[in-house]
C-alpha cells in the first residue's frame, strides 16, 4: 500500500510547520547568493528629463540645452527626439559646475555644508507605529539628496522598513551587526560606524540599516555617548543626518534624541494622535530630565511638528491641524503632507514618488502628492539654511521638484 505523500505534513503541529516554511525560504535566499556578492542596492534610480533638471537646479531648460550644445557640464542622455536624460550623479556634477563658473550663486547650486557649518542631525520621533515616522524620513531624506546635500538615513527600526524603501531587505542583505548595534555595543565585537554605512540607488543618500538586533540594548548612559561617538566618526561626509526612530520609547528613541541637533514630530490630523504626541512629548522629557545630570542640556535648533496624511477638505481634520497651530504656535509646519493615493500606491511597490515614472499613478493624485511632499521639504531646507545662518532663505522654493507630468517636453 503507497503511503500519502501529504501525510507528514498533515501530522504536523502548527510551530514544526512555520518552521519547515521558514527554512525553505532561507535555503532559497541563501542560494541567490553572498550579500556580499550583490550590488549594494536592489534598487535603481530612474534619470530625470531636462525639464525637471532645470527645476531641480534652479536654472532655464534653453540654458541646459545650450551647455550640452557646447559640450559644458555633464553630458546627458538622448532619448527619443532628442530629449536629454541626467542621472542624479550628472545633475550632482552639473550643480559642481555651476557653482565654479557662476560663483555668486554657488551657495544656490552648490547647499553643502561650508567650514563652520555644524552637522544636523534631525530625529523623527514619535510614540507609535502608524505616526508615518518611516514615510517622513524616507521623502525628507531622498529629497535633500535631490536638493544636493549629502544625507546619511539612519534606521533605528528593528521591522527596518525605511532600510526596504531604500533598497536593502534586512531578512537576507543585511548581516548581523552591521546595524547601528554594531557600533554602539559595548563588547569587543564594537565595530567602526563606516562599516555598517551602505550605499542606496540614490547618489549622496547613505544607510545606515536596521534589522531585529536592534531589540533588547538596555544600557542607556553607555548607549548615547557612543551613539554620539558613531556619529562624530562620519561628520564630515554629511550635511545632514535622519534618524527614523523606534515606535516606541526604547534605549534607541532616548539615544536619538539626545544626538539630535533637531527633532521632526509627524502628527495625523486626528484627536487619538494629537493626544498620543503630548503623552510621548511628556514620557521623553522624562528621559531627558534624567540624563541631563550626566551630559549637556539638550538645546535643539528647530523643534518641529509635521502634520501628514492630510486631508485638506476634512472638516474636523480642519479642526485638528487649527488646533494644532493654536497650541503649538510656529512649532509646526506651515506646509502640510496631504493625504494621497499616489504616495500610498508607490509605497505598495517599495517606491517613493521621486523614484516612479509617469503614468505609474493618476496624474491629479501624483501633482498633488508632489505638491505637498516639496513644500515640506523646501520648509525644512529653509531651516536648514537659518541654522547655518545663510542669506538664502526661500531658495529652496525655486528648487522643488516639479510633479513630472506638469514638465514639457
Known amino acids: 500500500m503507497l503511503k500519502d505523500p501529504e501525510c507528514k505534513v498533515k501530522s504536523e503541529t502548527t510551530s514544526e510547520r512555520f518552521e519547515r516554511h521558514a527554512a525553505a525560504i532561507a535555503d532559497r535566499l541563501s542560494a541567490l547568493g553572498d550579500p556580499v556578492d550583490v550590488p549594494p542596492a536592489m534598487k535603481a534610480l530612474r534619470s530625470f528629463s531636462s525639464g525637471e533638471v532645470a527645476h531641480i537646479v534652479g536654472v532655464s531648460d534653453g540654458y541646459l540645452r545650450q551647455l550640452s550644445l557646447d559640450g559644458l557640464g555633464p553630458m546627458p542622455e538622448l532619448g527619443t527626439a532628442g530629449r536629454r536624460f541626467y542621472t542624479l550623479r550628472q545633475i550632482n556634477e552639473l550643480r559642481a559646475y555651476l557653482a565654479q563658473v557662476r560663483p ?3 551657495l544656490k547650486f552648490w547647499p553643502r555644508r561650508r567650514e563652520g557649518e555644524k552637522l544636523q542631525v534631525i530625529a523623527v520621533a514619535n510614540l507609535r507605529g502608524g505616526s508615518a515616522k518611516t514615510t517622513t524620513s524616507f521623502y525628507l531624506a531622498q529629497g535633500l539628496a535631490l536638493q544636493g546635500y549629502r544625507v546619511l538615513a539612519i534606521d533605528l527600526d528593528p521591522q527596518a522598513s525605511l532600510s526596504a524603501m531604500l533598497g536593502h531587505f534586512s531578512e537576507y542583505r543585511v548581516r548581523w551587526n552591521t546595524t547601528l548595534y554594531g557600533a554602539v555595543r559595548c563588547d569587543d ?6 562599516s555598517v554605512i551602505l550605499q542606496t540607488h540614490f547618489e549622496s543618500l547613505d544607510l545606515v540599516p536596521g534589522n531585529e538586533e536592534l531589540i533588547g540594548f538596555h544600557r542607556v548612559r553607555d548607549c548615547v555617548s557612543r551613539f554620539t561617538s558613531a556619529i562624530n566618526q562620519v561628520e564630515g561626509d554629511y550635511d545632514v543626518v535622519i534618524i527614523d526612530s523606534p515606535p516606541r520609547m526604547d534605549v534607541f528613541t532616548i539615544c536619538a534624541l539626545y544626538a539630535a541637533t533637531s527633532m521632526l514630530v509627524p502628527v495625523l490630523p486626528l484627536m487619538a494622535n494629537v ?5 510621548f512629548l511628556g514620557y521623553a522629557k522624562k528621559y531627558i530630565e534624567h540624563m541631563e545630570p550626566v551630559g549637556a542640556p539638550l538645546n535643539y535648533d528647530f523643534l518641529k511638528f509635521m502634520v501628514i496624511r492630510h486631508d485638506p477638505r476634512d472638516v474636523s481634520e480642519q479642526y ?11 512649532d509646526v509646519l506651515e506646509a502640510t503632507v496631504w493625504k494621497s493615493t499616489a504616495i500610498a500606491d508607490a509605497q505598495v511597490n517599495v517606491q517613493s514618488l521621486y523614484e516612479i515614472k509617469k503614468g505609474a499613478v493618476g496624474r491629479l493624485a501624483y501633482e498633488r502628492a508632489m505638491e505637498s511632499l516639496n513644500a515640506v521639504n523646501a520648509e525644512v531646507i529653509d531651516l536648514l539654511s537659518e541654522v547655518w545662518r545663510r542669506s538664502v532663505r526661500g531658495v529652496s522654493q525655486d528648487r522643488q521638484l516639479p510633479p513630472a507630468d506638469k514638465v514639457k517636453p
Open 104 to 106: 555668486k550663486e554657488a
Open 275 to 279: 493626544a498620543l504626541t503630548g503623552y
Open 320 to 330: 485638528v491641524v487649527g488646533l494644532l497651530r493654536d497650541l503649538l504656535g510656529t
Open 189 to 194: 565585537q564594537r565595530v567602526s560606524m563606516r
